[in-house]
């Protein structure tokens, strides 16, 4: 697909959801106007066509309304919609960084290695539900695990790094691999049904990161002061994250379960945050914070 296509559709989208709902006669008005039109109406099959290609590509569905004859696009999915906001700003990424080789060496992104190799393979094996054999090299363990078989269940991406979750066959547990520690994976041709009682959405909703405890979710109260708090507002945390304003600070509200990842997540915003509860959270940061220190109060050898 050419670049300029694919800005094309880009711009479609963007238009139709920053107005909401557009007639075919505004949106032909500002399509005359965009740099993509050379100064041409945009021909009605054309539209269709591109209406088509945007619904394969992106999954967004541009619906008419028949009583006003204005487009809009189909938000009915909220989950959907993330994974499509997610693939859209990527493509929309992709299409601006492809024209700044001019600037490239004034430009520094961030590495996601696990995308490279085997991430095609993980999606064509979660879309057709065949299991997975590879071998993994995990952090805590000098020796690899070899032929992993995995039913995969569903990919979340977190710190940089794609991961995939699913029923380890061997151990019939649900487990979760990330895919820049996978080595020699292989879709094989046996294929598998998830488990009916099994909902992804359920399984990672209360969970911030790729640590999915099956403890019951907490009431987490952080306090933020008000610098950090304009960050927090920003970019939330989770999903669940709703803010208290005070004079010189914020309460956040959330629910979560109290896993590795988020507490690791609070510990590296330092003193500009405290946990007001749960309790047994705010022991967990204590511990942590005091057995630093006690590192610090050693010699280095």
């Known amino acids: 697909m050419s670049r300029n296509l694919l800005s094309r559709y880009i711009w479609i989208i963007d238009t139709i959801r920053r107005y909401g709902a557009i007639t075919r006669e505004k949106l032909n008005e500002l399509w005359i106007a965009s740099p993509y039109s050379e100064g041409n109406p945009l021909p009605r099959r054309t539209f269709y066509n ?21 487009y809009y696009i189909d938000s009915s999915d909220s989950h959907n919609e993330s994974v499509t906001d997610w693939l859209l700003n990527s493509a929309a990424m992709s299409n601006v960084l492809a024209n700044v080789s001019d600037v490239s060496d004034r430009i520094f992104l961030e590495d996601v290695p696990s995308a490279r190799l085997y991430l095609s393979q993980v999606i064509s094996a979660l879309r057709e539900s065949h299991t997975l054999r590879f071998t993994y090299r995990p952090y805590t363990r000098l020796n690899p695990s070899r032929d992993v078989i ?14 995939v979750t699913g029923r380890n066959v ?22 598998f049904e998830m488990a009916p009682d099994f909902n992804a959405d359920s399984y990672v909703r209360d969970t911030f990161g790729i640590v999915f405890s099956q403890g019951e979710p907490k009431e987490v109260v952080i ?10 507002r920003a970019l939330p945390l989770h999903h669940s994250q709703h803010e208290v304003i005070h004079d010189e600070y914020s309460l956040f509200y959330y629910r979560l379960r109290l896993t590795p990842d988020f507490l690791q997540e609070l510990l590296s915003h330092g ?16 511990t942590s914070l005091q057995e630093t220190l006690e590192k610090y109060k050693s010699n280095p050898s």
């Open 271 to 286: 003193p500009s945050i405290q946990v007001v509860n749960p309790p047994e959270l705010r022991a967990m940061m204590v």
């Open 170 to 191: 061997r151990d019939d547990a649900i487990k979760t691999y990330a895919l820049d520690r996978m080595e020699d994976v292989i879709i094989e041709d046996e294929s």
């Open 50 to 70: 591109y209406r088509t290609a945007i619904e394969e590509l992106f999954n967004i569905n541009i619906e008419c309304n028949s009583a006003t004859y204005e």
């Open 223 to 232: 306090r933020a002061d008000a610098r950090q708090a304009k960050y927090f």
């Open 150 to 163: 995995i039913e995969p269940y569903f990919l979340k991406i977190f710190r940089q790094r794609w991961y």
